[in-house]
């Protein structure tokens, strides 16, 4: 019995070298080429604590950033997992031949946001296209020998969860070819990997928009738990390009890169002048919520700029390369002789698919990994832990499928009549949805316009919706009733009403539907547990 990988980005890949390296076969489902996955697009690198950079850099301080960074939120049981795993991950991906960038023989690290340390290992600003492309060829070994079976151009239509003996189980997953509209089942069990929510914010996302997020929308309907949805990256330099936000990777300003804005006809780096021990490289949330203030309350406009004119030219030419080469063919200007005008875009879901620190979810024989799952990143994602968190993650959910007892083979009763199952988005709905979210879920939030936007999504439900959109509907309208009964500022999520972190809140959302209602709950979060220190 095939275990199914649902999507072939870096979690999916993972958890199919995973398991084929253990001579357990799995069926690959994406519905797009590893080549156009998600993390391709991934620029920045890979943090692991090598300390090749002569700072005496430790796991122990990545895991430190890592949850001070997330306010602490995170699970510190699976950010120690992370956090150990990552320098053996770093040695694994330079066999199978990723390129690192190097000096003096060693690989190099660079400066990321929220961390003191160089410690992100990169492949110029191209990491996620470079580590996916050796990532693929691996897995094409496993295919020639049969354990990897992969499914390109198929998509997952419905993943089958019932009750059993009071608990939920999964049976497998039914998909389409999409060119021929053959339908196929594979029963058994289950990782899903199939990316973030970007389908829900078409045009304001750094992320592929084909990563709908129709699947765990899908899965929520189905009582399976989502946490965290409240907690939305909005990353700090993004630019409107291809009707979506290009991203200026946070790598620019780790080699230098600086925020400024005009005031008083001259520039005002603002980042330097509020957080003098780390200015432009403080985290994501700090940094977007600080191009809100300067532009909304500091009475500088609503330009900001990125000035990369201040990098040396070998860094350009060794580093950076391709960075100026796609603001150049994007935007028509060179950053290396003029300043790029930015604001922050959403770029990152750090809530998702409810998982433990093994990445099992709430149902038997289902396990989420990757962006789609929400687990490591707490309140808020540091830069360059995406790519790790979706390598480690896939590798932790095939690991805990390859332990688990084989389901039973006889097909679970799920009510399913077979039909067809809409997988696109017909016109008009979701831009009424993303407008809806758009305005309550922002970098500033408030309980006036979260509430008014819970009303319009009311509205939006009594219209005559397939089962699609209604899924899609009840996860947003959960992402909006976790921001609105979170009473406090923390991470990505901040309140103009609630400014201050309050410690009652530091507990885990959970939202799970039942009976056409969403019931929000909190769960505690987990004390590291002993001999983890």
């Not at 949805?433 to 008014?452: F, H, N, P, W, Y």
Request: proline share 4%; hydrophobic share 35%; net charge negative.
């Amino acid at each position: 019995m095939y275990i199914s990988i649902i999507g072939a980005g870096l979690a999916g890949l993972s958890a199919a070298l995973t398991l084929a390296e253990r001579g357990i076969p799995c069926a690959l489902i994406s519905s797009q080429g590893s080549e156009r996955a998600q993390s391709v697009l991934a620029e920045g690198g890979i943090n692991a604590a090598l300390d090749n950079m002569g700072e005496d850099d430790t796991t122990a301080e990545h895991f430190a950033d890592t949850m001070k960074g997330g306010a602490d939120l995170a699970d510190p049981n699976a950010v120690k997992g992370l956090t150990d795993a990552a320098p053996d991950i770093i040695r694994r991906l330079e066999g199978y031949g990723v390129p690192f960038h190097r000096e003096n023989g060693r690989i190099a690290q660079r400066n990321f946001g929220g961390q003191k340390k160089k410690r992100t290992v990169f492949a110029k600003s191209s990491t996620g296209k470079i580590v996916m492309s050796a990532l693929t060829d691996e897995v094409r070994k496993y295919e020639a020998m049969g354990l990897v079976k992969r499914f390109c151009h198929h998509e997952a239509v419905d993943i089958d969860i019932a009750e059993r003996d009071g608990r939920l189980v999964c049976g497998g997953v039914t998909f389409i070819d999409i060119y021929t509209g053959r339908k196929y089942h594979l029963d058994g069990r289950v990782i899903l990997a199939s990316g973030g929510l970007n389908g829900f914010f078409p045009g304001h996302t750094t992320g592929t928009v084909p990563n709908t997020g129709r699947l765990t929308a899908l899965l929520f309907s189905k009582g399976i738990e989502i946490a965290d949805p409240e907690f939305i990256q909005y990353h700090p330099t993004t630019v409107s390009a291809c009707g979506k936000r290009l991203l200026i990777s946070e790598a620019a300003r780790g080699e230098g890169g600086r925020l400024f804005v005009m005031r008083g006809g001259e520039r005002w780096y603002f980042m330097r002048d509020k957080y003098p021990e780390m200015g432009d490289l403080m985290p994501r949330d700090v940094v977007s919520r600080e191009i809100w203030n300067v532009t909304h309350n500091d009475g500088c406009g609503d330009e900001v700029y990125l000035d990369l004119t201040v990098i040396p030219a070998d860094t350009w030419q060794n580093k950076l390369s391709d960075m100026r080469e796609e603001i150049r063919y994007q935007l028509g200007i060179d950053p290396v002789n003029e300043p790029v005008k930015i604001s922050p875009g959403i770029h990152f879901f750090m809530g998702g698919i409810c998982v433990d620190k093994c990445h099992r979810t709430n149902a038997d024989g289902l396990y989420a990994a990757g962006e789609c799952a929400c687990q490591y990143h707490g309140a808020n994602r540091l830069g360059g832990n995406s790519m790790l968190g979706a390598l480690y993650g896939g590798l932790c959910a095939a690991d805990g499928l390859a332990g688990e007892d084989v389901l039973p083979p006889e097909p679970l009763e799920t009510g399913s009549d077979g039909g067809e199952v809409t997988t696109g988005f017909p016109d008009g709905f979701d831009g009424k949805l993303c407008d809806i979210l758009l305005s309550g879920l922002g970098i500033v939030r408030d309980e006036k316009t979260m509430q008014a936007a819970v009303d319009r999504l009311g509205v939006l439900e009594r219209e005559d919706l397939d089962d699609t959109q209604r899924q899609r509907l009840y996860l947003g309208k959960a992402m909006l009733m976790g921001a609105l009964l979170r009473k406090e500022s923390r991470g990505a999520h901040f309140r103009s009403d609630y400014p201050e972190r309050d410690e009652n809140y530091r507990k885990m959302t959970v939202a799970k539907y039942k009976d056409g209602g969403i019931d929000i709950t909190y769960r505690d979060i987990p004390e590291l547990e002993k001999g983890e220190a």
